[in-house]
């Protein structure tokens, strides 16, 4: 069957509550007739007494009376006399004239009734021993029937001769016992089954509605991973926490979906970077690429008619735009490199002061053309800094080749140094161009972004600086305001 699990628990317990209601009714049913014949067996403990004794008086007076020698015992035909007048008197009995060993030596019974001719004796020595009521004894219209009774003894003189034996519910009472239970009792005890089974039946069905209600939402929001992903709707959070088993899934499930929520957002944020990453580099590789595919067929069909300066000329041009394309390769590969995990930092200690001026050194001739000034504030001493050189010096090299080609003429490009807490030693490197715009300072170092067509803040360069950093357990922060220059600081630890 195809139910949902609100359904099977509810199927579940109402099978259970038929059951239990069953069993109660069963017990209940029980316990009244095991109550009715306690209370019938205490009531009527003596009536045996009182027959025996009335039985003992009969068997004297027919002694005394006889003529001859005496007779042994009550005869067959003052049994029945004696024993069908107390029947008579009081219908709800049936009375047994037993010998020693508990066989049936007089009755009263119709033709046909009795099915024994025997009685269990130890039942009897409970009874008489006043053991806990109700006990009950073999009964001889029945092969395999017990009822509560009443015993005695029976005695001749001081000779116990045998037992009175008294079944206290007859066939008749069973009979009409039967007849008012089927009309009243067990009518009373299955109408009072029926509307507590009712009762606990609603209850049952809305404590389940309850308790499964957060199993419900949490289907609901799983079902919606497959179609609306993008706006998932979350349970929100229990107040103090959450309770029971249930709201610990919910919960669960709800930090789960913010996680996948997170990773889906940042997901569709790659995928964008990545193909505004691939439309950027085909742009910077489609303009050198044209450029020398000119300049090369132009030599290729005028080589006769071209000078010496125009072919060299030619020739400058073209190289320097595969150059271009070779320094944009380059930095493709090294990208590509940091970002598969393929490079690890080889750590060690050096001075950054003589870092800082190798790389000025390597930036001297393109700063004085651009007319632009380098200038560097270090503390004393020099600060060591544990980190892989190589890396750190390309980290340098990125953000003086920005801040030189976006300094105007006149401007300066300076770098400072200073320590930091926690062991660290913080580097800012600061231009005095026009600053980055605030639209791009969000996708800075996740993207290349063109500026007016000519140049692409932070482009490759910032994103292998990001990168770089990352793998020292470090970052690169834009910290200027647009209009006032760019300044890029990070932190290193220090040796």
């Known amino acids: ?57 009969m068997q004297a007076d027919e002694e005394g009376g006889a003529q001859g020698p005496a007779s042994e015992g009550l005869g067959p035909a003052a049994v029945r006399r004696l024993f069908g007048k107390l029947m008579t008197v009081n219908p709800s009995v049936e009375v047994y004239l037993l010998d020693n060993d508990g066989r049936i030596v007089g009755h009263a019974a119709p033709a046909g009734h009795l099915k024994r001719d025997h009685v269990n004796l130890a039942p009897i020595q409970r009874l008489l021993n006043k053991e806990a009521l109700p006990i009950q004894g073999d009964d001889p219209r029945s092969e395999r029937g017990r009822k509560v009774f009443s015993a005695a003894f029976l005695r001749s003189g001081e000779q116990k001769i045998g037992y009175i034996y008294v079944i206290l519910q007859s066939e008749e009472h069973d009979r009409l016992a039967a007849r008012a239970t089927a009309s009243s009792v067990l009518r009373t005890t299955l109408w009072s089954m029926a509307v507590v089974a009712a009762l606990v039946l609603v209850a049952g069905l809305i404590a389940f509605r309850l308790i499964t209600r957060p199993l419900r939402r949490l289907t609901t929001t799983m079902q919606q991973l497959d179609t609306k992903a993008d706006q998932l709707v979350l349970p929100e959070p229990q107040r103090g926490g959450p309770r029971d088993e249930i709201a610990i899934l919910e919960q669960s499930f709800a930090d789960m979906g913010a996680r996948i929520n997170e990773q889906w957002q940042t997901m569709r944020q790659l995928d964008h970077d990545r193909r505004e990453v691939v439309a950027n580099i085909s742009h910077d590789l489609r303009t050198p690429l044209g450029s020398l595919h000119g300049y090369l067929e132009t030599l290729s069909l005028k080589d006769e008619t071209l000078n010496a300066a125009d072919r060299q000329r030619y020739l400058g041009i073209a190289l320097a735009q595969s150059q271009k394309v070779g320094r944009l390769a380059q930095a493709l590969f090294e990208l590509a490199r940091l970002e598969h995990g393929s490079v690890t930092p080889e750590l060690e200690p050096f001075s950054l002061s003589d870092l800082i001026q190798d790389v000025f050194q390597k930036f001297e001739l393109a700063a004085q053309e651009r007319h632009v000034r380098l200038m560097a504030t270090l503390p004393h001493p020099a600060p060591m800094v544990r980190a892989d050189l190589g890396m750190i010096e390309r980290v340098l090299t990125n953000l003086f080749d920005n801040a030189i080609r976006h300094t105007p003429s006149g401007g300066e490009v300076e770098i400072t140094v200073t320590q930091a807490q926690g062991g660290k030693v913080e580097v800012t490197v600061e231009d005095t161009g026009p600053g980055v715009p605030t639209a791009m300072r969000e996708s800075l170092f996740r993207r290349p972004v063109a500026l007016q067509g000519e140049y692409r803040v932070g482009g490759l360069g910032l994103l292998t600086v990001n990168r770089i950093l990352q793998l020292h357990r470090s970052k690169i922060e834009l910290v200027s305001e647009e209009g006032l220059g760019a300044v890029f600081r990070f932190t290193l630890d220090a040796a």
């Open 1 to 57: 069957m195809n139910l949902t699990l609100s359904q099977r628990l509810s199927l579940a317990f109402c099978l259970l509550l038929l059951v239990c209601c069953g069993a109660s009714a069963w017990l209940q049913i029980r316990a009244n007739i095991m109550h009715e014949k306690e209370v019938v067996q205490g009531l009527s403990l003596g009536l045996a007494r009182s027959i025996a004794l009335d039985a003992q008086l």
